[in-house]
């Protein structure tokens, strides 16, 4: 990559030519994949000689002469054994560096994320000069250092960019088509192997799984899961450094099957004695434990950033455990870790009728994880309200998906501002007459859109009878107002508490705003 143009020494002053040159021989001695491209660089830079000598003026071509030479120099040097060795040293030293200064950063508050990201070249420089890293038993790896994410879930996170049979993600073929791999994005996965699937459970906790690191490559890209590499692909340009996501999910997963003994063993009313007899595992997405022992447990000596997740279709059995079951699970996750609060991203499950549009299994779900991000420090939940289907219980937009859990990631991880993020969230109700007016947290700048009215709303009396509602956001007061003429004393308002129903308020950054009741009947 340290070329020189013709160009640009066309148009530079002598001292400009000397200087590109001497950077140029700087960069060299620097980068571990020089030998890759020297052979290259030299045989250019000598066909050149004559070309720029005449441009020159004597002195200025007799340092450039010996720039010359000192690059002959170095092109016999990388030829040597001992240049092997030495590369090795000098990247142990790079690396060792690197580490060093990323200690210092314990992201506790706003100032340190800012020195974090101000020095993040310089640190991940100290990793990357290299891409090609001499190994002790000859041969090449091929090695990135940067921002690494856990992924983890039922299908909706499963689901990879190719799409499962019959189920196609959309926009994602010109995507896959356009995969390099000189992107810096890298995907491990404990799912599959060449687009077969590979099923890994135990009932004891494991040190190794199956899986690998991939590149940037057409193939790869369409196995890996959508959600997670929109979510890599999305902050890797926005942060400009290497991105790793390590996948590891299974379609129809309870949360149940990916916690540890250790964190599910207070709940005494699941039963863990299957991990202890000889009985067949016959449903490992269902049983406790297992997940987490063949899928997790072997990663969790790799260091991570922090966690997402997008699960919870198979727990609507059994809402009200899974609203203690999730806390418990993530801090089980940061234990095991031993990194501290790492930070946990989770979608709530889209719109999909379930037992039928009109039902409420779902909608519970949704009320327990919005409870759950209030619940779980350093947590964020993305709303999926805009994406559902009725019949089609695996959304084709995961790019929305994946592009909201990198908000949550920029803003409260990475300490970027200037968009939104956060999900608009009920907070309180005020009763006028006949009226009841809805006011919401994360909602600074109020809600979208105006000059309309907008679905999804019932209200009721004290009779607890629902009624479909009228709602708007009144021009006068720019407040969500909802009434009905059937309910003249209303005393609860509903939004969107079914199992399918589509998205009518968002925020002003289209961030669709989460369902909610003002009741608990």
């Known amino acids: 990559n340290n070329t020189i143009s013709i160009s640009q020494l066309k148009s530079a002053t002598e001292d400009g030519m000397i200087s590109e040159l001497k950077n140029y021989i700087a960069n060299m001695n620097t980068s571990g994949n020089m030998a890759l491209n020297i052979t290259k660089a030299t045989n250019y830079l000598k066909g050149q000689k004559k070309q720029f000598e005449t441009q020159l003026s004597p002195e200025a071509a007799r340092t450039y002469t010996m720039l010359l030479s000192e690059i002959r120099n170095i092109e016999k040097e990388i030829s040597s054994p001992e240049y092997e060795n030495q590369m090795q040293d000098e990247l142990a030293d790079k690396v060792l560096r690197g580490r060093q200064m990323l200690d210092d950063y314990e992201f506790s508050d706003e100032a340190s994320i800012s020195a974090y990201l101000n020095n993040a070249e310089e640190i991940y420089s100290c990793y990357n000069d290299s891409k090609a890293v001499t190994q002790s038993g000859g041969g090449r790896m091929n090695v990135l250092i940067g921002e690494v994410w856990f992924c983890s879930g039922q299908s909706n996170m499963e689901m990879p960019m190719g799409g499962f049979d019959r189920q196609p993600v959309r926009g994602t073929n010109d995507i896959i088509a356009k995969a390099k791999p000189s992107t810096p994005i890298r995907m491990y996965t404990t799912d599959s192997k060449d687009g077969r699937w590979v099923r890994q459970f135990s009932k004891t906790p494991v040190e190794d799984c199956q899986g690998e690191w991939l590149e940037n490559t057409p193939v790869n890209v369409s196995h890996i899961s959508a959600v997670s590499y929109y979510f890599a692909r999305y902050i ?60 997790i447990a072997p990663l969790t000596n790799f260091a991570v950033r922090g966690f997402l997740w997008y699960q919870g279709e198979s727990n609507r059995d059994n809402t009200d455990l899974y609203l203690n079951l999730m806390p418990a699970f993530v801090a089980d996750l940061r234990a095991k870790w031993g990194r501290g609060e790492l930070p946990f991203y989770f979608v709530q499950i889209a719109p999909f009728n379930y037992e039928g549009a009109d039902g409420t299994s779902a909608a519970r779900l949704r009320e327990v994880q919005l409870q759950n991000m209030k619940d779980i420090p350093n947590s964020g939940m993305v709303t999926t309200m805009d994406v559902g289907h009725p019949v089609f219980i695996h959304p084709v937009d995961k790019e929305t998906v994946g592009n909201r859990l990198a908000y949550w990631a920029l803003a409260q991880t990475y300490g970027m501002k200037g968009f939104g993020y956060a999900p608009p969230v009920y907070k309180s109700m005020e009763i006028q007459e006949n009226k009841i007016y809805i006011n919401f947290d994360n909602a600074q700048r109020g809600l979208s859109p105006m000059w309309t009215s907008l679905k999804g709303f019932e209200i009721a009396g004290e009779d607890k009878v629902f009624y479909p509602a009228f709602a708007e956001i009144e021009t006068t007061t720019a407040r969500l107002a909802v009434s009905s003429d059937k309910v003249p004393h209303p005393v609860a308002v509903r939004y969107a508490y079914k199992n399918y129903v589509e998205a009518s308020i968002f925020s002003i950054h289209g961030i669709p705003a989460a369902p909610f009741r003002t009741d608990n009947w």
């Not at 450094?241 to 540890?260: D, L, N, Q, Y």
């Not at 009313?269 to 997405?285: F, G, M, Q, R, Y």
């Open 236 to 295: 890797q340009e926005v942060l400009e450094v290497p991105v790793g996501i390590v996948v590891s999910t299974w379609g129809g997963s309870k949360v149940e099957a990916w916690m540890s003994r250790e964190s599910i063993k207070p709940f005494s009313s699941i039963d863990l004695s299957i991990l202890d007899n000889d009985a067949e595992v016959k449903n490992p997405t269902a049983t406790p434990c297992v997940l987490y022992n063949g899928k």
